[in-house]
């Protein structure tokens, strides 16, 4: 059954992720002949979040103490670049 919602399948899905999977791996190839494979990521709705009270230190026999109380500043939008071949943000 299709709702209206959903959209038609692709029939060419399979081959478009075997190409995107391709560049992943050969990025640090291509990357050596100057070349750079870069994935964008959109991150929508992101909570800004400071905590309410400072962490307590460890102290010997006792682990890190996180209070979980936040104070809210809003939401974010992000629009984040990756390069596959290092692993660095930009």
Avoid: C
Avoid at 25 to 46: K, P, Y
Avoid at 72 to 87: E, K, M, Q, Y
């Amino acid at each position: 059954m299709r709702y209206w919602l959903n959209p038609e399948p692709d029939p060419q899905s399979n081959e478009k992720i075997a190409d995107i999977n391709h560049l992943y791996q050969t990025a640090q190839e291509r990357a050596a002949r100057g070349e750079a494979i870069v994935s964008t990521d959109e991150m929508t709705g992101v909570q800004a979040l400071e905590p309410k009270h400072p962490d307590l230190p460890m102290q010997p026999g006792h682990v890190l103490h996180r209070e979980f109380e936040y104070i809210r500043h809003g939401t974010l939008s992000f629009i984040v670049n990756f390069h596959v071949a290092d692993g660095k943000i930009g």
